[in-house]
C-alpha cells in the first residue's frame, strides 16, 4: 500500500521571492540605493554585467504576478522589504511612496486570499549605512530595529509573519569573508562582528515587534545538512566545523544565547568574545524558523580550504542542478529532524527550496518543460511529509522562486522559477512545475 502524502489540515502553501532580484526600478520614487544597487553597477562584480534595474519588473507588474499566484492556487507568498526604498537614508527620513508600494502588494494579495509573508532584509542594505559601517558598525542593530518598527506600525495585521533576516550566514560568508556578494569584503575579521551584528539586529527587530505587532516573528535561516565523507576522525571533525559554522552559528545563539564551541577554532584570534547582555538580546523568544534548503555537503578534512579546513566531497551518483547542488531530498528530511530533536521542534517554514536547471530564454509556444524540477519538487515535498510523519511541526512550504530573477551575482543565468521570465519582454509563463505545484496544492499533496 504505498503511502498517502496528504498533508495537514493548515499547512500553507506558498512561493517566495526576493525585492532585489525581482522588482526593479531600484531608485524609482524616492527610493535610495542599496549595497546591491552599488554593486550591481561595479563591474566585474556580476556575471554579464547583469543587474536589478529592471529584473522582473515587479514593481510595476505586481498586480499580474499576484493574478500568477492566485491562478496556482498560492496561499501565501513570502516576499522581501527594500529597506532602502522605505528609509532612503537607512535610517530617519520615511519615504512614503516607498512604504505606499508594500501596501499596495499587501493589499492586493489580501485581496487575493494570499497570506503576505514579508522578510525584513533579504541582503539589500542601504547604501547610506554601508558608508557608515554597515554590518560592521554596532548601530546597525538599532538602525534595523527603527526600521522594523516603521514596518510593523504600518503593516502589521495584515502581515501576521514577519522574518527578520534572510540567511545571515550567507551576508557573512558571501559578503565579508569570500567577497563573492556585496559589500564584496574579504576579511576573517569582519565576517564574525558582522555576523554577530546581524543577529544583534534580529534581537532589536524582535524586541521592536513584541512591543507593538501582535502576530508571529521569525528568522530564516539556511541550512545544508552536513555527512563525513568517511569515518575517519579528521573528516568527523571536519563535518562538525562545517556543521557549526553553517548550520549552528546562527540557531545555537538564537536559541540557546551561546556560539558552537568551534566557532573560535575555526576563527582563532578573529573570533571575539561577546557580551552576555548582546547574547540575552538575540534569544529572545521567536515564534517561528524559517529553513532554506537546496541540498546536502559531503565532508572531507582539506588542511587548504580556508578558514574551515573542510572540503565538500562530489557524489557522481546523483544529479546536480545548474547552481552546482546535489539533489538530495533525504537532506531535507534530515534536516527538519535535526531541528526538532536540537532545538525543541520549534515551528519551522519552509522558506525555500528549489532548483535551477536549464531553461530556454523563451517558452516554445506558451509552454515550458522542466521535468527536472517537477522530479525535484516533488521529491523534497514527500522529503517534507517524511518529516512531518517524524513528529516535526512544519507549518507550510514556500517554493523558491514564484519567478524566473536575478540570482545575485550570477546574474540571469540561473533560472529557479516555476514560472518562466522572458527577459526580453517581460512575458510570465508558468512552467511545466508550476502547473505541477498547482496541482499539489489543490490536492493539498494528494497527488504526490
Ligand atoms: C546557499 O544556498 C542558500 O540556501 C540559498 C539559495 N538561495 C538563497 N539562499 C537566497 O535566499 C535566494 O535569494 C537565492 O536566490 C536562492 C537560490 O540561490
Not at 427 to 440: C, F, L, N, Q
Request: proline fraction near 6%.
Amino acid at each position: 500500500m504505498s503511502k498517502s502524502y496528504v498533508f495537514p489540515e493548515g499547512f500553507v502553501w506558498g512561493a517566495a521571492t526576493a525585492a532585489y532580484q525581482i522588482e526593479g526600478s531600484p531608485l524609482a520614487d524616492g527610493a535610495g540605493p542599496s549595497i546591491w544597487q552599488r554593486f550591481a553597477h561595479t563591474p566585474g562584480r556580476m556575471l554579464n554585467d547583469d543587474n536589478g534595474d529592471i529584473a522582473c519588473d515587479h514593481y510595476n507588474r505586481f498586480r499580474d504576478d499576484i493574478a500568477i499566484m492566485k491562478s496556482l492556487g498560492l496561499q501565501s507568498y513570502r516576499f522581501s522589504i527594500s529597506w532602502s526604498r522605505v528609509l532612503p537614508e537607512g535610517k530617519g527620513r520615511v519615504n512614503q511612496k516607498g512604504l505606499d508600494f508594500y501596501e499596495r502588494l499587501v493589499d492586493t494579495l489580501l485581496e487575493n486570499d494570499i497570506a503576505p509573508v514579508a522578510t525584513l532584509f533579504h541582503w539589500d542594505l542601504p547604501a547610506a549605512l554601508d558608508d557608515r559601517g554597515g554590518w560592521l558598525n554596532p548601530d546597525v542593530a538599532d538602525w534595523f530595529g527603527e526600521y522594523s518598527e516603521v514596518m510593523f506600525k504600518r503593516l502589521d495585521g495584515r502581515i501576521k509573519r514577519w522574518a527578520t533576516l534572510n540567511e545571515p550566514w550567507v551576508v557573512t560568508d558571501g559578503g565579508y569573508l569570500h567577497g563573492a556578494l556585496a559589500p564584496g569584503h574579504r576579511n576573517r575579521f569582519e565576517a564574525p562582528i558582522a555576523s554577530h551584528h546581524l543577529l544583534r539586529a534580529h534581537g532589536k527587530s524582535v524586541q521592536a515587534y513584541r512591543a507593538i505587532g501582535q502576530h508571529d516573528i521569525g528568522i530564516v535561516v539556511n541550512i545544508e545538512p552536513k555527512y563525513a565523507a568517511s569515518d575517519s576522525a579528521e573528516d568527523q571533525a571536519a563535518r562538525d566545523r562545517a556543521e557549526a559554522y553553517m548550520n549552528r552559528q546562527y540557531l545555537d545563539p538564537v536559541f540557546f544565547g551561546k556560539y558552537p564551541e568551534q566557532m573560535r577554532d575555526i576563527f582563532g584570534e578573529a573570533w571575539p568574545e561577546w557580551p552576555q547582555a548582546d547574547m540575552d538580546l538575540i534569544s529572545q523568544p521567536i515564534d517561528f524558523i524559517g529553513v532554506n534548503y537546496y541540498t546536502r555537503n559531503v565532508t572531507r578534512h582539506d588542511e587548504s580550504s580556508w578558514p574551515l579546513k573542510a572540503s565538500p566531497v562530489r557524489q557522481p551518483q546523483h544529479t546536480y542542478t545548474e547552481t552546482g547542488w546535489e539533489v538530495y531530498p533525504q537532506g531535507l528530511t534530515d534536516t527538519l529532524t535535526w531541528v526538532k530533536q536540537r532545538y525543541g521542534n520549534p515551528q519551522v517554514f519552509i522558506t525555500e527550496n528549489g532548483a535551477a536547471f536549464f531553461d530556454p530564454p523563451k517558452a516554445e509556444r506558451g509552454r515550458v518543460r522542466d521535468p527536472l524540477r517537477v522530479s525535484y519538487l516533488r521529491q523534497h515535498l514527500r522529503a517534507v511529509h517524511d518529516a512531518i510523519d517524524a513528529g516535526c511541526n512544519i507549518g507550510g512550504y514556500f517554493v523558491w522562486s514564484l519567478l524566473d530573477n536575478l540570482e545575485w551575482s550570477l546574474g540571469y543565468s540561473k533560472r529557479f522559477g516555476i514560472v518562466h521570465v522572458d527577459y526580453q519582454t517581460q512575458t510570465r509563463t508558468p512552467k511545466d512545475s508550476a502547473r505541477y505545484y498547482a496541482g499539489i496544492v489543490a490536492s493539498h499533496g494528494a497527488r504526490l
